[in-house]
């Protein structure tokens, strides 16, 4: 080529460029003052209301803590008013699946509450009752009787959402009725330490106190997450529950008031390179057992400690927090095909999936009427290893009620109760059996067992 062609080389290269055609696909943006107009009837406001009554001082005019001294102080010099219960609002959001008025929203957001109210987009307002919760997953789901259809929010495929997509937020930030904020999906699979079943999606369309429980919407206006969690002190991230882990939950719990989950029985790790390496895994992939419950659906299957769990019921298993997820989520006494790499070959087992038996649930209402006002569950061997209690007979204290007789005894969650007025209580209908024959204003003496040790307490029946 001449120099004097040169000067026209650019040109031709522009020009041949924008015939080439592109791969990219065109991009559309949602027409989002149409989507919030349609979606915003099915979003709820919801508020709560809770009565906290004091934690009293150890010996009278002797403060035991930091916060036994600001009460001591108040008592004092404000004639006692922190002595007095008092009501604690909180407000959330949540959205509506069903013409008849069931909602779902966050399990913080109502946790404890003694009077929950629902304001629709209309203005009205209406008393809602709990049907069940889910914890763990931080679900719950609330009823309101309106006599009336109501407008649903259509539930999509979180599975099908893709990073970097338009997702928009409506809730109830700071009191802020109604806001609606728009962004894009930012990651998937997130684990924030929420719990067992992390598996968030992030997302940077505004999130703040007053947005858990509601919904996350795409562009088809179908809500693909919750939102539950942000970062304090950030901006523009915040972490949505996806729908489909909450679709199967609000079935049960609209059906049964709680949740079933399938269980395994194993204690499990985290495969790193150094691991993999030692146990002659080509990849650092899998859930490495470190220990095996007796007499678990696990130990019956044959899976020992030191096996590689690679896949569970035909799906991968690439990373520890798969294998929790996809246990929970398979139906009781169903089997399942278990691979697991064992001296260098992989292995295949049957296995029939148990039910996990999950603290605080129906079984385990240990007081008759809320008297009590606290929970109980019977012990297990893996109960007892996690809390370092010795034996298994007893009862467990799962949960205290803020506001019952308990929260103003010795006890606290993680306890054994081994025996009432000197009667021994080897399993919650036991307990059952004596609790419920106490009387208002009785005090009763409980042993308790606390890690190895042992000592009394009593507990004033309300």
């Given at each position: 080529m001449s120099k004097k062609n040169l000067p026209f080389v650019p040109?031709?290269?522009?020009?041949?460029?924008?015939?080439?055609?592109?791969?990219?696909?065109?991009?559309?943006?949602?027409?989002?003052?149409?989507?919030?107009?349609?979606?915003?009837?099915?979003?709820?406001n919801i508020s709560t209301a809770k009565t906290v009554k004091p934690r009293p001082s150890l010996r009278p005019g002797l403060p035991s803590t930091r916060d036994d001294f600001f009460d001591e102080f108040f008592e004092r010099f404000f004639g006692g008013q922190p002595h007095s219960p008092r009501k604690e609002r909180s407000l959330g959001s949540g959205f509506i699946i069903s013409k008849d008025g069931f909602i779902l929203t966050n399990d913080h957001v109502v946790n404890g509450a003694d009077e929950i109210k629902v304001k629709l987009a209309d203005g009205r307002t209406f008393s809602a009752t709990v049907?069940?919760?889910?914890?763990?997953?931080?679900?719950?789901?609330?009823?309101?009787?309106?006599?009336?259809?109501?407008?649903?929010?259509?539930?999509?495929?979180?599975?099908?959402?893709?990073v970097g997509e338009w997702v928009m937020a409506i809730g109830n930030p700071f009191g802020l009725e109604q806001t609606v904020t728009v962004g894009i999906v930012s990651a998937k699979g997130r684990v924030i330490g929420a719990g067992p079943y992390d598996d968030f999606i992030q997302t940077d369309a505004s999130i703040n106190p007053g947005n858990s429980g509601g919904p996350l919407f795409n562009a088809r206006g179908e809500v693909v997450g919750i939102n539950t969690a942000i970062?304090?002190?950030?901006?523009?991230?915040?972490?949505?529950?996806?729908?489909?882990?909450?679709?199967?939950?609000?079935?049960?719990?609209?059906?049964?008031?709680?949740?079933?989950?399938?269980?395994?029985?194993?204690?499990?790790?985290?495969?790193?390179?150094?691991?993999?390496?030692?146990?002659?895994?080509?990849e650092p992939k899998g859930a490495l057992v470190s220990e095996v419950t007796p007499e678990s659906p696990a130990e019956k299957a044959?899976?020992?400690?030191?096996?590689?769990?690679?896949?569970?019921?035909?799906?991968?298993?690439?990373?520890?927090?798969?294998?929790?997820?996809?246990?929970a989520a398979t139906p009781v006494d169903k089997a399942v095909e278990v691979k697991v790499f064992r001296n260098g070959k992989t292995k295949k087992l049957s296995v029939k999936v148990g039910r996990l038996r999950?603290?605080?649930?129906?079984?385990?209402?240990?007081?008759?009427?809320?008297?009590?006002?606290?929970?109980v569950a019977d012990i297990s061997p893996e109960v007892a290893r996690r809390y370092d209690l010795v034996g298994t007979e007893g009862v467990l204290v799962t949960a205290i009620d803020p506001s019952g007789a308990a929260s103003r005894s010795n006890l606290r969650p993680g306890d054994l109760i081994l025996?009432?007025?000197?009667?021994?209580?080897?399993?919650?209908?036991?307990?059952?059996?004596?609790?419920?024959?106490?009387?208002?204003?009785?005090?009763l003496r409980l042993l308790v067992q606390r890690g190895k040790g042992l000592f009394y307490t009593t507990l004033k029946v309300e």
């Open positions: 040109l031709i290269v522009l020009l041949l460029a924008l015939a080439w055609p592109c791969s990219l696909p065109a991009v559309t943006t949602p027409d989002f003052a149409v989507l919030s107009q349609e979606l915003k009837p099915a979003v709820v049907k069940g919760t889910d914890p763990k997953l931080d679900l719950a789901l609330l009823k309101i009787d309106t006599g009336e259809n109501l407008p649903v929010a259509e539930l999509g495929d979180s599975e099908k959402v893709r970062i304090a002190g950030g901006q523009g991230i915040g972490f949505a529950i996806p729908v489909n882990a909450a679709k199967e939950i609000a079935d049960q719990l609209r059906e049964t008031g709680h949740v079933t989950r399938g269980w395994l029985g194993v204690s499990v790790q985290q495969v790193s390179e150094e691991l993999a390496e030692s146990f002659g895994l080509e044959g899976i020992k400690r030191g096996d590689i769990i690679t896949a569970f019921g035909g799906e991968k298993i690439d990373e520890l927090r798969d294998l929790p997820r996809l246990v999950e603290e605080g649930q129906a079984e385990a209402a240990g007081e008759t009427g809320g008297e009590l006002g606290l929970s025996e009432i007025n000197g009667k021994e209580v080897k399993n919650v209908a036991g307990f059952r059996a004596v609790a419920g024959k106490v009387k208002k204003d009785e005090v």
